[in-house]
């Protein structure tokens, strides 16, 4: 049995395998499947300040292995879950960590306050990096001035474990990781959906409400993998690999790439248990090659020179 | 009620014709309680292109024999492969999902079922029928050939059919059906499925004779269990997810413009 603990700034996790927002609810959704205790931590689905009824019908299309979504940051608002959600989920013995996401910087700011009340919400991960929404989002996660503003707004007023979401949709996602990491992230988490579309030739009309969406699931894993291993490169902070992972392998990839965890998003939706099947997978992976720790293979990827 | 993830073993691959087959599954371990109404997410395997589970109403259940069957109509690749799957092979499905249909205590119900929405209204008229409920069904096709099952269906209640050219039943619409007006039966309860404009017209009916009406209502899901909001519809209280508050919904909280 390997040793699968991590430690992102001063939070530990019991492993690295961690559920990706907006696909694994709020945790609450999976009880009946498995432990969700197990896992190293859970990333409930996106809060804003006011309440969002997302996009129209159609949110999803399927395509080549993965899938667009439109679903625009659908949520009842940061005082419901403060409220309502909140006392359901702080029991579980696992770090619940949320997902701030808005369109200004003073709706991050009044989430992120709200949330740093919390107490057994131990960090949160912002999201800069929606494609979904039209104002916000992904704006702010796509050039280096406003990535580092945001970031800059949210680090005065939240005293714990703070990790920003980074957006694909960029030419280079390292100048912006070096951007966030210089204002006070403490830890960076890639890749978020890639901006996508999908279009049924028969009607000649596009299948998203929102003709475009974001693509995730494993056709974008080469992708997610090349920007961890450039992050890696470019700044000191811990990085959260995600994107495509469906399985043991595919996450030790990740970490060979030199994420320090990984998030496990659309693989959730084929098998609801995955996660603690990866946990289980790097496990023997680790002990197969004799590694006394996760720890011994986070960028351990041998390139000849 | 709780999920289960359970692996099922085809035990009959009922082909209608080249477009609709009936999967029927059985389980080793003992089925839970599953509402009529409830759909199941059917795992495709080794296939890039039908990544996701896809989902399926629940056609009937059998507590003893611990089966399951589904009513397959081609829509794409993954029910298409599910038409041909060998039997002995295995499932692996998600299920008990979503919330059914509501079952009086007593009195007659109307079931119309267009296309393959005539699916989940097997099992609903076998549950009626336990419950004192008389159903009365309505299956509409385009033609004779899209009428299916009418012996299994004439088990559990009175079948009345309609096509469109008029080669078996009556000719027209389900809507037009001469059981609706029939002065003997008070309907209490109508219940549908199929292509969307045909539920609304069907909605549209109930709304004007003042009987409740339920629906059941398909759309684009990833999850099936409430995780991801892929799969809303618009009510009178905001979007709500098909998968865990639907599928069938009562005409009076959709916003439809019947
Ligand atoms: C249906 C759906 C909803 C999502 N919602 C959010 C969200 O609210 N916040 C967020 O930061 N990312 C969201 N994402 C992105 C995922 O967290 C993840 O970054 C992306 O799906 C890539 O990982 P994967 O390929 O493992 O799914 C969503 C993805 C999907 C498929
Ligand atoms: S399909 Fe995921 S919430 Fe309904």
Known sequence: ?305 | MKKYIIDFKVLENKKLNDQNTILVLQSDEKLPEILAGQFVEVLVEDSPSTFLRRPFSVHNVDFHENTLSLFIKIAGIGSKKLTNIEVGENLNLIFPLGNGFSIPNEGSALLIGGGCGIGPLLFLAKCLMENNVEPHIILGGRSKEDIFEVHEYSKYGTVHITTDDGSLGEKGFVTKHTIIDDPDIKFDIIYTCGPEIMMKAVAKMAKSKGIECEVSLENTMACGIGACLCCVTETIDGNKCVCTEGPVFNINDLKWQI
């Open chain 1, 1 to 305: 049995m390997a040793d699968l603990k991590i430690k992102i700034n001063q939070l530990e996790f019991k492993n690295p395998v961690l559920t990706a927002s907006g696909t694994f609810g709020y945790g609450l959704e999976f009880d009946d499947f498995f432990d969700v205790n197990l896992l190293g931590g859970i990333l409930v689905k996106a809060t804003t300040n006011a309440k969002r009824e997302g996009n129209p019908y159609p949110r999803m299309a399927e395509t080549a292995s993965g899938m667009l979504n439109a679903v625009g940051l659908q949520n009842k608002g940061v005082d419901y879950f403060v409220n309502e959600i909140y006392p359901l989920i702080k029991g579980y013995q696992t770090n619940v960590i949320a997902n701030v996401s808005g369109s200004t910087i003073e709706d991050y700011i009044v989430v992120a306050e709200k949330m740093n009340e919390l107490e057994n919400i131990p960090a949160i991960e912002l999201n800069i990096s929606c494609p979904n929404v039209k104002q916000g989002g992904m704006a702010f996660g796509t050039s280096c001035a406003s990535a580092q503003e945001v970031t800059k707004a949210i680090r005065k007023v939240y005293s714990k474990t703070l990790i920003v979401k980074l957006s694909p949709n960029v030419t280079n996602i390292a100048e912006i990781a070096k951007a966030v990491e210089s204002e006070g992230a403490d830890s960076v988490s890639l890749i978020n959906t890639l901006l996508g579309m999908a279009i049924n030739a028969e009607t000649r009309k596009p299948i998203l409400s929102t003709v475009t969406g974001g693509l995730s699931g494993p056709a974008i894993k080469p992708i997610a993998l090349r920007m961890v291993w450039q992050v890696s490169k470019a700044v000191n902070i811990p990085i959260i690999g995600l994107g495509g992972i469906m399985n043991a392998t595919d996450a030790i990839e990740f970490f060979l790439a030199g994420a320090t965890a990984i998030q496990i998003g659309t693989a959730n939706f084929i098998d609801p248990t995955v996660s603690l099947k990866v946990v289980n997978g790097i496990n023997e992976y680790l002990d197969r090659h004799k590694f006394a720790s996760i720890n011994d293979i986070i960028g351990k990827l041998e390139v000849k020179n």
